[in-house]
């Protein structure tokens, strides 16, 4: 892309660059990182990318070798909305999302691809295990013992808002190009977010958008911008997003393919934070402000400072869920918010 017409994004730091040789040293790599890094060419030798590199039409057809016959779930955008999936006027979603077969997905996309104008086509966050045979064994990293989710995202030209994640993120492209741009967890409050209920993916988004930002109505995004760094793809080449980067991307291509892995640091028993915090606006939020400092106090004792005084009072085998999690006491915890919540 042209420097003048890459906008806000020119003048972005990049996202630093490191070479691994070997699983191993990913690995390691990985569990040192608290910030994003690319690694350029590591899926280099996937043969969908080698199918990429031909054509897209070629990646396309790799991909239908080895996809189950079944419904896909896609989004289609508007006309003209230069690949932004997002929210129209009256805040509802700018995108229709359709099940279809995947031959008749890349059907319409053959008819479209390089139409000026045309709608986005995007199928998000595919799980390559249930949709498709053996396109996973033939394109994988070796992420050692994590335990990952891994997922395809196909699209012509897309723009996704700005969000972030709960797992850590390696993605891959494997055809076409993408542009992501990072920033920092504690950005959230320069952002701009949006609603956390009626959202495109499950997650908040940005309400910016970074072809054309609105002075006005996102005055932090500036504060924003200083913090971000910009890492632009080729097929081939990955990124490490860790978990709760906000990060904004874009299908740059006409035909783009990622794959990517999400893992957890953290047991697969624990709960979800996203929905202690949607509990928390249900049950506290709109409480009068000396009980909100109340239970702001309660949960620091309990939760975010958690220090030896919570429990050392309490008898080793009293303790109950006070004491570290198991998956025993997770299950209590369930259980027990599972009854008070139906009431």
């Known amino acids: 892309m042209a420097e003048a017409d890459r906008g806000i994004f020119a003048d972005l730091a990049t996202v630093p ?112 295990h249930q949709f498709f045979d053996g396109l996973y064994e033939a394109n994988h990293v070796d992420l050692g013992e994590r335990t990952c989710l891994a997922s395809i995202w196909i699209g012509t030209k897309t723009r996704i808002a700005a969000h972030n994640d709960l797992p850590n993120n390696l993605a891959c492209v494997a055809a076409g190009r993408r542009r992501f741009t990072l920033f920092p967890r504690e950005q959230f409050r320069n952002l701009h977010l949006g609603p956390i209920d009626n959202t495109p993916a499950g997650r908040a988004i940005s309400m910016v958008d970074f072809h054309a930002p609105d002075a006005q109505l996102h005055p932090r995004f500036p504060d924003a911008l200083a913090h971000a760094q910009v890492a632009e793809l080729e097929a081939g080449d990955a990124l490490y997003i860790p978990a709760m980067w906000w990060h904004h991307v874009e299908g740059l291509a006409d035909f783009n393919v990622l794959v990517n892995y999400w893992w957890r640091e953290t047991p697969r028993w624990m709960g979800s934070p996203q929905d202690a915090l949607n509990h928390a606006l249900l049950a506290i939020r709109d409480l009068p402000a000396d009980q909100k400092q109340h239970w702001r106090d309660l949960f620091d004792y309990y939760v975010f400072n958690n220090e030896d005084d919570v429990t050392a009072h309490i008898p080793a085998e009293g303790r109950s869920v006070l004491a570290p999690l198991t998956p025993e006491s997770a299950d209590r915890i369930r259980a027990f918010l599972l009854r008070n919540l139906s009431r």
């Open 17 to 128: 660059e490191v070479r691994v040789a070997d699983a191993a040293e990913l690995d390691a790599r990985l569990r040192a990182a608290d910030t994003p890094f690319v690694v350029r060419g590591l899926v280099k030798d996937w043969p969908l990318v080698e199918a990429g590199r031909r054509s897209s039409r070629d990646a396309r057809a790799y991909l239908l070798r080895h996809h189950r016959d079944m419904a896909f779930t896609v989004a289609v955008g508007e006309q003209g909305a230069d690949g932004r999936l997002f929210y129209d006027a009256a805040m509802a979603m700018n995108f229709r999302t359709l099940r279809a077969k995947l031959p008749d997905i890349f059907q319409r996309i053959d008819s479209i691809e390089g139409r000026a104008g045309a709608p986005p086509v995007y199928l998000a966050s595919i799980d390559m």
